[in-house]
């Protein structure tokens, strides 16, 4: 005979797997009629919690856990600094884990949760597309900084990010009405929910709104570290030389792409515009320096811990978007044909 989950009894009652993991818990953020109607789908179908994993749960530590998922990310491991920062000066406590992009934050979150005993989890960088079920297993606070996680049923779930598809479209805007209409593209779509593919989407529309057809043979895919966008640029380069401005999807990857136009013999801003994104505090010491905008890093840590608190205390999840302030650098400029 199968045993019945947790996850069976959330898909007969209608409800999230956190919502049941709150009725059984006891949490008093459950109204009436939902608790009802959970507790009589767990006599119908006779589920037995296990007991130690309850147990488990219960035994919460002072400790939360930052999960930042791409160690090469300039932008990710400063933010990183700021939210330890101002944990301390909250008399809170994080530990730090990092882990490559292809790792799985999840897991580690699991692992962390169930070695540690966090109390609640931010997790930078993550890549809530793959696992958008497991996510709403985890029965702890958890704050996605950078990332929009609107969509995430569970209560116990806050988000705090710019509007990446906006900024994207703000971008590709700029190089426009400076007179740029063949606009290359460098970065990674990925699920539609990520932050990086938001940002393409929203160059995407831009180019649409201003009735430029987008041209695949514009865009080329890269990660977030030089090398791939140095390799980026340079493929982009081996079939066209006809542009005149690029969109790079973060700073480290304008930085790498920036590298490889002047290699293959192109001045920035003179032969191409360049801009990017993340507003990295190495955006100003390029030559030279990248116009960029910029992910206000100190008010995404403060909301990031203050988000987490407020779901540590029974708080219903808010999800928070932030302005994203352009930075005029001189990697940009007028362009006439």
Known sequence: MRIVTIRDVAKEAQVSISTVSRVLNDRPDVDALTRARVLKVVEKLQYVRNANAANLKQQ????????????????????AERILDIGRRRGRRFLIEII?????????????????KLSGCIFLGSNLQ???HDFETLDLPCVFA???????????????????????????DRLIGLGH?????????????????????????SLRRHGIPYDESLFEECDFTLPSAYAGMTAVLSRRRDFSALFAISDIVAFGAMKALIDHGLSVPRDVSVI???????????VPSLSTYAQPADDIA????????????GQKGKHVLLPAPFIQGGSIKKHVE
Do not use: C, W
Request: hydrophobic residues 35%; without cysteine; glycine residues 8%.
């Open 100 to 116: 490559d992009e292809k790792d799985d934050e999840f897991e580690t979150a699991r692992t962390l949760y169930r070695e540690r």
């Open 130 to 132: 793959q696992h958008v």
């Open 276 to 286: 990017g994104m993340d507003g990295t505090e190495q955006a100003a010491y390029t």
């Open 60 to 79: 919460h530590t002072d400790f939360s856990a930052v999960v930042l998922r791409g160690r090469r990310n300039l932008f990710l491991t400063d933010l």
């Open 181 to 205: 209409r063949r606009i290359a593209l460098l970065g990674f779509y990925g699920p539609v929910t990520n932050s990086t593919g938001q940002r393409l989407y929203g160059a995407q529309e």
């Open 146 to 172: 950078t990332v929009q996680a609107e969509f995430l049923a569970g209560r116990q779930f806050s988000s705090v990010a710019v509007n990446n598809f906006d900024t994207g479209k703000a971008a590709v």
């Open 302 to 313: 403060t909301e990031s811990v203050r988000l987490l608190e407020a779901a540590m205390r």
